[in-house]
């Protein structure tokens, strides 16, 4: 059970514990500045922090004392393209090979200290053997012809947001793309497989429609105790894989809707699974202006809405992908909103505390 | 020696006071500083080399022209101005 959270905002990271009077800051990181995204790593217990400073660029930090002090490592750097290179997306813009952003950022298997998997804008995977103090492009997906195809969803470039590490074979990493799809490697990223068959696209016309390189993923994760499991938030809709990501059937009736960005699994059940629903990709407010969390606990047979503690009456609170967390039990859930709220639940969403309504834009959560 | 001086809000992240550079172009005097606060030149220019998007080097008060390639030219009296351009909440 994790007393701890990483909260990323536009203005900071901040700590928030559990301590004697309930979950309240506990400390503010960085204080001023752009913080996109943090991890624990549960294999040594540093902390790691991604920072865009806009004018001064993209930096990550480590803590090897739970965010009391930071050290500036070094960020995944791009190659320079090959002379007279030259890649356009599909609306004719200039693929950067420049870092643009970090955008996910995880853990290698237990059995590969030291080893961590940086997901970035402009679509770029890296690898660091040594706690991020040098990284490596990975040239087999970067160069991979159908990369290419990848583009923006959001952002103006294509981004690999969730990097899912297979909990029995940490040579086994599943990736997903907004947008670009799902792919995975066998081989510590030798190779790579296009996966996701059934994933449908409904911006795109309808031949192209089930083409698993156009979809916009919003969000990918794993069921730690069942690695064939995944729960997917895609830019139209909720997916559910239960053979490891080969194929996915389309959940329909999450209530208030299927639209989002956030997700998470159980660690422990594969089928239950969380979601922070939005209007509409057009309309990205909660619905009818009341913020809740849905639930299912039987594999999307049902759904119920929790919204026990959270606002009810004119909450215009989005929560972004990576802004929705669990714990290692199942029970502690935490998700932040670009309004600045912070909400905490110790029964698996039943009840939710409100911990702030004021912090900086929450682009992050993560349990520590 | 010219001398080279960053924006004071460059200083929150990596302490770079005034110093003196070598070289006769933009590149060459800012390496020279580089290679003493080797953390400085990510904040300042890119992976490949180049002027990172919002931020702007004066020569002598003359914005320099190439942002790819820092070609432009150093005098040895010259004054190195590392600036950023305004953007963003």
Redesign the interface.
């Known amino acids: 059970m994790s007393d701890t959270l990483l909260v990323s905002t536009r203005k900071g990271l901040f700590t928030v514990r559990r301590g004697a009077k309930g979950w309240a800051v506990d400390r503010a990181s960085f204080l001023g500045d752009n913080v996109t995204l943090a991890m624990a790593d549960p294999r040594d217990g540093a902390w790691y922090a991604a920072l865009d ?5 993209v ?1 990550l930090h480590r803590s090897g004392d739970q965010g009391a002090t930071w050290e ?1 490592i070094a ?1 995944p ?2 190659p ?1 393209p090959p002379e007279g290179h030259e890649e356009k997306d599909w609306m004719g813009r200039a693929i950067p ?3 643009i952003r970090v955008w996910a950022l995880e853990p290698g298997g237990a059995d590969q200290p030291g080893r961590l998997w940086c997901g970035t804008l402009p679509g770029g995977l890296f690898w660091s053997e040594d706690r991020g103090a040098s990284w490596t492009l990975v040239r087999s997906l970067w160069d991979d012809p159908r990369r290419q195809q990848w583009s923006g969803g959001g952002a103006d470039f294509a981004g690999l947001h969730s990097i899912c590490v297979d909990p029995k074979d940490s040579r086994r990493v599943t990736i997903a793309v907004s947008t670009g799809g799902v792919w995975q490697t066998a081989d510590l990223g030798a190779s790579w497989t296009l996966v996701g068959q059934g994933l449908r696209a409904e911006y795109m016309p309808p031949e192209q429609a089930h083409d698993p390189l156009q979809q916009d993923v919003h969000r990918l994760v794993q069921c730690p105790a069942a690695p064939e499991a995944f729960w997917l938030q895609h830019h139209n809709g909720v997916f559910r894989s239960t053979d490891g990501a080969a194929t996915f059937e389309e959940i329909t009736t999450v209530p208030p809707a299927v639209f989002g960005f956030a997700v998470a699994v159980h660690p422990k059940d594969p089928r239950t699974a969380w979601f922070v629903p939005a209007q509409k990709d057009e309309k990205r407010i909660p619905v009818e202006g009341k913020v809740v969390v849905a639930r299912t606990r039987d594999g999307a047979k049902t759904f119920e809405v929790l919204r026990a503690g959270l606002p009810q009456d004119h909450a215009y609170d989005l929560t972004l992908r990576h802004a929705l967390a669990i714990d290692g039990t199942g029970d502690r859930l935490a998700f932040g909103s670009t309004t600045g709220s912070l909400w905490v639940t110790e029964d698996g969403g039943d009840r939710w505390q409100t911990v702030s309504e004021h912090l900086p834009p929450v682009y992050a959560v993560r349990f520590a | 020696m010219p001398r080279v001086v960053f924006t004071a809000n460059l200083q929150r992240h990596v302490a770079c006071p005034p110093s003196e550079g070598e070289g006769a172009t933009v590149r060459e005097v800012l390496g020279s500083v580089f290679a003493r606060t080797p953390r400085l030149e990510g904040y300042v220019v890119d992976e490949h080399g180049a002027l990172r998007p919002h931020m702007a080097v004066f020569v002598d008060g003359v914005a320099v022209s190439d942002r790819a390639r820092l070609s432009d030219a150093v005098g040895p009296g010259s004054e190195v101005f590392v600036m950023q351009a305004l953007s963003g909440g």
């Open positions: 400073h806009g004018h001064f660029g930096k500036e960020v750097v791009y320079e090979w420049k870092l």
